[in-house]
Structures are given as C-alpha cells and as structure tokens.
C-alpha cells in the first residue's frame, strides 16, 4: 500500500520551475512535519526543505531564494515549489512525512517516505 505519493518531475531548462505535490494517505491523520529530500547520482540523500505542523519552514542553504515548501492540510498534501532551477537540482526528490505518536494509547511515531520523482534540470 503507498502512503506517499510524490508527483511533478520532469525535464526544465536552467532557471526554469517546476512544482512537486506529495499526497498522503488520508489515513494518516497525525502528521506533524514534511518534508522533501533528495537524492542526485552518486550521491548521499540530503533534506532539501521541511514545514512544521505550525508552518514554520526550513531549509537547506543551496535553495534558499529559490525553492519554497507549502503544505495544504485539508488535501493532507505537501508541496515544493522550485523556482530558477539549476543543473546541480537534479536528482531524484522524494517526500517524507512524520506522524505524531499518542504514547498514552501506545502509538508510536511513524516515518513515511514517497518512492520519489526524478528532476532533471538540462539545456
């Protein structure tokens, strides 16, 4: 069963955009933070962005300016808008969602990751 579903990839010229969406489970009904990582050739998996439950935002220095995440509660979807895209963005973007635990019913948290969207900035 897929829980995260990320979709929006695709191909861009240099200082291009592009808009993800990561769709959760409606299931899941405790997320307290999203966020995006990626993933380029060769290389280790990095966060690119994160939002709170509260909507305070954070992220890496290579994107600030540039990318901004956003998060539609009501569609239990997360969003990474990518603006002035450069080749050095491409890699594979995958979302990630943290659910909160309730220890006093014993429910643990929970991490779930999308299975990822390639984007490939080129001339």
């Known amino acids: 069963q897929v829980q995260l579903v990320e979709s929006g990839g695709g191909l861009v010229q240099p200082g291009g955009s592009l808009r993800l969406s990561c769709a959760a489970s409606a299931s899941i009904t405790s997320i307290n933070e999203m966020g995006w990582y990626r993933q380029a050739p060769g290389k280790q998996r990095e966060l690119v962005a994160t939002i709170t439950g509260g909507g305070s935002t954070n992220y890496t220095d290579s994107v600030k300016g540039r990318f901004t995440i956003s998060r539609d509660y009501a569609k239990n979807t997360a969003y990474l808008q990518m603006n002035s895209l450069k080749p050095e963005d491409t890699a594979v973007y995958y979302c990630?969602?943290?659910?909160?635990?309730?220890?006093?019913?014993?429910?643990?948290?929970?991490?779930?990751w999308g299975k990822g969207t390639l984007v490939t900035v080129s001339s």
């Open positions: 990630h969602a943290h659910e909160a635990g309730l220890p006093a019913l014993g429910i643990n948290a929970m991490d779930y």
